[in-house]
């Protein structure tokens, strides 16, 4: 017989609702499955600056190698890692295999190159993220200081005191940090003064229509650029396919490109060869 709710009402089994939640199971028993068997790999992503027109960092980017070797992109298990809480251990091996894999890019000779690390809200707010900072930094092969963490702009429903102070402690470290996908999220732009923020990334979103000769398409970009600088950050261009694109974006004085047209993102030993072979144009 169905139970009682509660709340004056009768739940029903719903066979769509016990499948849902049967396949949620199942795929967070996948994923705890994953962890135990060590099958995260991060790829890395060059980061182009646009002044010197050479490398100057990469963005460590998550992936799931199934047992069948299939590559599982992040936006198909991060979901459901951030809602079970799964992305606290993760998110930490992330930040200690990007470090490490910095570690041995400094020591391949390039000593300027920095890593870029995203960092979810989930794991922001554990109780615990500032301590284990601070262990990780005592056992990194890199200082802090050449390592920045990415944020959402969701990061920011945190609410502007909890986010100033974590954001802050998180800087005192050593940390640099980055506002991701910045123009797609709602960020009010008080929150963009009060915040300590080093950088802004502007969204693909508003990078792809600047190969179109419209003269709308490039509104955007074109105002959040000097925005940012007015505000003392620099500027990451996301999602960079084209030289026109490219082109654009260095006219509007952006500082860093990030895109397919330089790069895409790599397991390790491939980048490593890519930063040894890279000739600037
Ligand atoms: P994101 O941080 O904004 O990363 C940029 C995404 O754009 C990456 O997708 C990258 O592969 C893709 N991209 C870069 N250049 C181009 C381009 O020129 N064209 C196109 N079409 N795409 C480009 P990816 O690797 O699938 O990651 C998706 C998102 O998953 C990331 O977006 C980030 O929000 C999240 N993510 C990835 N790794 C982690 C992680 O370690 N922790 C957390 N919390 N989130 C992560
Ligand atoms: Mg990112
Ligand atoms: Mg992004
Ligand atoms: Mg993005």
Same mark, same amino acid.
């Given at each position: 017989?169905?139970?009682?709710?509660?709340?004056?009402?009768?739940?029903?089994?719903?066979?769509?609702?016990?499948?849902?939640?049967?396949?949620?199971?199942?795929?967070?028993?996948?994923?705890?499955?994953?962890?135990?068997?060590?099958?995260?790999?991060?790829?890395?992503?060059?980061?182009?600056?646009?002044?010197?027109?050479?490398?100057?960092?990469?963005? $460590?980017? *998550?992936?799931?190698?199934?047992? @069948?070797?299939?590559?599982?992109?992040? &936006?198909?298990?991060? #979901? !459901?890692?951030?809602?079970?809480?799964?992305?606290?251990?993760?998110?930490?091996?992330?930040?200690?295999?990007?470090?490490?894999?910095?570690?041995?890019?400094?020591?391949?000779?390039?000593?300027?190159?920095?890593?870029?690390?995203?960092?979810?809200?989930?794991?922001?707010?554990?109780?615990?993220?500032?301590?284990?900072?601070?262990?990780?930094?005592?056992?990194?092969?890199?200082?802090?200081?050449?390592?920045?963490?990415?944020?959402?702009?969701?990061?920011?429903?945190?609410?502007?005191?909890?986010?100033?102070?974590?954001?802050?402690?998180?800087?005192?470290?050593?940390?640099?940090?980055?506002?991701?996908?910045?123009?797609?999220?709602?960020?009010?732009? $008080?929150? *963009?003064?009060?915040?300590?923020? @080093?950088?802004?990334?502007?969204?693909? &979103?508003?990078?792809? #229509? !600047?190969?179109?000769?419209?003269?709308?398409?490039?509104?955007?970009?074109?105002?959040?650029?000097?925005?940012?600088?007015?505000?003392?950050?620099?500027?990451?261009?996301?999602?960079?396919?084209?030289?026109?694109?490219?082109?654009?974006?260095?006219?509007?004085?952006?500082?860093?490109?990030?895109?397919?047209?330089?790069?895409?993102?790599?397991?390790?030993?491939?980048?490593?060869?890519?930063?040894?072979?890279?000739?600037?144009?």
């Amino acid at each position: 017989r169905a139970k009682s709710s509660g709340f004056g009402q009768v739940t029903k089994y719903d066979p769509q609702l016990a499948a849902i939640t049967r396949d949620r199971a199942q795929r967070l028993g996948d994923l705890q499955m994953a962890i135990e068997r060590d099958q995260f790999e991060c790829h890395y992503q060059p980061l182009i600056d646009f002044k010197t027109g050479r490398p100057c960092g990469m963005e $460590a980017l *998550l992936r799931w190698r199934r047992e @069948d070797g299939k590559l599982v992109p992040p &936006c198909d298990f991060i #979901p !459901l890692a951030e809602y079970s809480g799964l992305i606290r251990p993760i998110g930490d091996w992330v930040l200690r295999e990007a470090m490490a894999m910095l570690g041995q890019i400094h020591a391949a000779g390039f000593a300027d190159m920095r890593v870029s690390i995203n960092v979810s809200k989930v794991q922001m707010v554990a109780d615990n993220f500032i301590d284990s900072l601070e262990r990780l930094i005592a056992l990194a092969p890199v200082a802090p200081q050449a390592v920045e963490i990415e944020i959402t702009e969701s990061a920011c429903d945190l609410g502007i005191e909890d986010l100033e102070v974590l954001l802050s402690r998180i800087r005192k470290l050593g940390f640099s940090i980055a506002i991701d996908d910045f123009g797609t999220g709602f960020s009010s732009l $008080a929150y *963009l003064d009060r915040l300590p923020v @080093d950088k802004l990334k502007i969204d693909r &979103c508003f990078v792809t #229509p !600047l190969d179109n000769d419209e003269q709308n398409s490039s509104r955007i970009a074109e105002l959040i650029i000097p925005l940012g600088h007015r505000l003392g950050m620099a500027i990451v261009a996301e999602g960079i396919e084209t030289e026109k694109q490219a082109q654009k974006l260095r006219e509007m004085s952006c500082d860093i490109a990030q895109g397919y047209l330089y790069g895409k993102p790599m397991p390790a030993d491939e980048l490593m060869t890519w930063l040894k072979n890279f000739n600037p144009v």
